[in-house]
DNA sequence: GCCATGACTAAGCGCTTGCTTAGTCTTTGA
DNA sequence: TCAAAGACTAAGCAAGCGCTTAGTCATGGC
């Protein structure tokens, strides 16, 4: 991984820190919950008020802690902003490649993660929103990792593409074109979602899987 | 309108600031050379830097004036963002019912929407992001100022939608949700948008116009 | 039991920030 | 011509901000 946590200067909480690896997920189960309090608490006030205007000691108050309660477990602001990136789209990283190991044929692939991939930004548009619109506040070599779990999801949805054409299953002129236009469908949910709607995040998914077989040119998808 | 600029205290700058009406836009072409100089060097910033962490010693030196020179034109930081706001919806809606009034059927109307609203957003995508990734910098009277215009943009798809079906065009479950799934083909182009990709804007646009009328199940879009 | 380490605090540092105030200079209108 | 208004400035205010420092307390290992 590019970034390791551990360019961080060796203080009393260096043995801490250092249990989590790059990608700031856990490794082991032994991420302290205080930590993880922070990251949601974090997560929580970037959403209302946006990164910047967010302070740590907004942050640190509603996790409970004092204000430098903070900088035992993550070195920096940015460093919370990263953390929740990073868990975000590995979390949707994982879910594409599941869905498309499980399913039998392209079609099914594409319909899956268009409807997982959907109800998973209406289910958390908050954080949706703030790895889109956060983005630009990491580091440059944090944003560098940030968007090889991008393109990982990427290339993904563009092989399901390019397996559905080589079976005639979709008709696609461009294909990068299309993958972002399916990619588009599912993550500007979160910036039109809102709980209350009429339309449940399910629901949501499942429209968008038939949309998105509409994109793909999906044979059946025009009837 | 909801909003009244008026509503500042009088100063010795009621006069000139109380040229613009609520949106923010010219009513004549007296509007100040300077104003608009503030605006655009606003725009660059919060573009670059995100609304919070922008400063308006930046944005005033952007534009040639000093700290306090921004409070002649603007009452605020946020009235910036308001006016930019205001401006980039009151284009987008004016293109959009410009043309829809301009097309013949609704599939034309449809494909001239998406490809026009596609191309603006890849080429003014620095003030696309304002506007998405900054809208809940706003007061909560902008806010709705700014949802009423998104409001019409929406309705107006909509109609078009409704136009196209009614004469059996268009072939659509779901017209609320295939709206959102056709608006987020052509703003979401400014989150993934970036100078020198191979693609053009122009392209972008057509492309775009080509999906969005395989998403309305336009007759001929299967082929 | 003792010492080292880790989790956390209160206090504070040095700097920044949106905005105001009191002034100067230029332009406009009577 | 003169006074008022408008465009703008330099200076400063009051509050805030990310982060550091020096300390306390609890826990774990020897």
Redesign the pocket.
């Known amino acids: 991984m590019l970034v390791n946590m551990t360019d961080r200067a060796p203080t009393?909480?260096?043995?801490?820190v250092r249990t989590y690896d790059a990608l700031a997920i856990p490794l082991t189960d032994d991420v302290?919950e205080?930590a993880l309090r922070l990251m949601e608490a974090a997560a929580d006030a970037f959403a209302d008020k946006g990164f910047h205007a967010?302070?740590?000691?907004d942050v640190?108050s509603r996790a409970?802690?004092?204000?430098?309660?903070v900088?035992?477990?993550f070195a920096?602001?940015?460093e919370l902003l990263f953390s929740i990136c990073m868990r975000g789209h590995t979390a949707a990283r994982d879910m594409i490649v599941d869905a498309a190991a499980a399913a039998d044929s392209p079609v099914d692939a594409l319909a899956a993660i268009m409807t997982n991939f959907s109800r998973w930004h209406a289910e958390h548009y908050r954080v949706g929103r703030i790895v889109q619109y956060e983005f630009a506040h990491l580091t440059p070599a944090h944003r560098e990792a940030v968007m090889g779990l991008r393109k990982e999801i990427d290339a993904q949805v563009r092989s399901v593409l390019l397996d559905g054409i080589g079976r005639g299953d979709f008709v696609i002129d461009d294909v990068p074109h299309t993958t972002l236009a399916l990619m588009s469908l599912c993550i500007d949910v979160a910036r039109w979602y809102q709980p209350g709607i009429k339309r449940t995040p399910a629901e949501i998914g499942e429209t968008n899987g038939r949309l998105g077989l509409r994109l793909a040119g999906a044979r059946w998808a025009a009837t």
Do not use: D, F, N
Request: hydrophobic fraction near 20%; proline fraction near 4%; charge should be positive.
């Open positions: 009393r909480t260096a043995g801490r302290t205080t967010t302070t740590t000691r640190a409970g802690l004092s204000p430098a309660g900088y035992v477990h920096s602001k940015e």
